[in-house]
T-cell receptor, first 115, second 110 residues
Framework: GAGVSQTPSNKVTEKGKYVELRCDPISGHTALYWYRQSLGQGPEFLIY????????DSGLPNDRFFAVRPEGSVSTLKIQRTERGDSAVYLCASSFVWGRIGEQFFGPGTRLTVL | TQLLEQSPQFLSIQEGENLTVYCNSSSVFSSLQWYRQEPGEGPVLLVT?????EVKKLKRLTFQFGDARKDSSLHITAAQPGDTGLYLC??????????FGSGTKLNVKP
C-alpha cells in the first residue's frame, strides 16, 4: 500500500522567498505531524493535526511558519520570508490514533535549502 | 538544549559484536519510542514502551524502559551490517506529541 508521500523531495530557494511543502498521509490516518530535522539532529516537533484542526502548533518557531489541512487529509506547510536558518529536512508523519499511542509512519522528507 | 540525550553519538563496531545505546532525560515520559532512520528516509518505528521497567524484545534487539520512565536503552546482540543506521529515541508526554533525541549513528562493519 502507499505510504506517506512528500513533495517536492528537494526545494532550493532564495532568502526571502515563500515556499510550500506538501504531505500526503496514509489514507484513513486521522493524525498528521510535521517535524524539522537539521543535520546531525533528531526530528523537532512543529505541529500536529487531528482531522482538520491543529491540535498542537507549539513547535512552530515563529509566525513565518503556517500549516493547513483543510479536508483532513493532505497538509501543506507554508514558510514565508525564508531565512538561511530554515534549511533542513522537513518530515511529515501520519498515524491512526484514537486515545492511544499511534504508530507514526514517516514520509521521506523534503530537503529545503535556502540560499 | 535537547530534552533527551542519547549516547554514544557515534558507534562503529564489527559484525557479530554486541552493543548498547542509551537515551536519558530528567523528564518523566508517558511513553518512549525507538526508531531507526536510514539516509534519505524518514524514521521507522521499532518499538513503543509505556510501563516503567518494561522490557521488549524484537529478534536481536532488546529495549528497556527505566523504572522511573526517564531513560531507556537499546541492546543489539550479534550486530549485522543491516543494523547500520541512525537510532532515535522519542519521549511522549501524551499520546500525540513526541520529543526526539539527537540519535546514535551506528556503523556495523562486515
Amino acid at each position: 500500500g502507499a505510504g506517506v508521500s512528500q513533495t517536492p523531495s528537494n526545494k532550493v530557494t532564495e532568502k526571502g522567498k515563500y515556499v510550500e511543502l506538501r504531505c500526503d498521509p496514509i489514507s484513513g490516518h486521522t493524525a498528521l505531524y510535521w517535524y524539522r530535522q537539521s543535520l546531525g539532529q533528531g526530528p523537532e516537533f512543529l505541529i500536529y493535526f487531528q482531522g482538520t484542526g491543529a491540535a498542537d502548533d507549539s513547535g512552530l518557531p515563529n509566525d513565518r511558519f503556517f500549516a493547513v489541512r483543510p479536508e483532513g487529509s493532505v497538509s501543506t506547510l507554508k514558510i514565508q520570508r525564508t531565512e538561511r536558518g530554515d534549511s533542513a529536512v522537513y518530515l511529515c508523519a501520519s498515524s491512526f490514533v484514537w486515545g492511544r499511542i499511534g504508530e507514526q509512519f514517516f514520509g521521506p522528507g523534503t530537503r529545503l535549502t535556502v540560499l | 538544549t535537547q530534552l533527551l540525550e542519547q549516547s554514544p553519538q557515534f558507534l562503529s563496531i564489527q559484525e557479530g559484536e554486541n552493543l548498547t545505546v542509551y537515551c536519558n532525560s530528567s523528564s518523566v515520559f508517558s511513553s518512549l519510542q525507538w526508531y531507526r532512520q536510514e539516509p534519505g528516509e524518514g524514521p521507522v518505528l521499532l518499538v513503543t514502551v509505556v510501563t516503567g521497567g518494561e522490557v521488549k524484545k524484537l529478534k536481536r534487539l532488546t529495549f528497556q524502559f527505566g523504572d522511573a520512565r526517564k531513560d531507556s536503552s537499546l541492546h543489539i546482540t550479534a550486530a549485522q551490517p543491516g543494523d547500520t543506521g541512525l537510532y532515535l529515541c522519542a519521549g511522549g508526554y501524551n499520546f500525540n506529541k513526541f520529543y526526539f533525541g539527537s540519535g546514535t549513528k551506528l556503523n556495523v562493519k562486515p
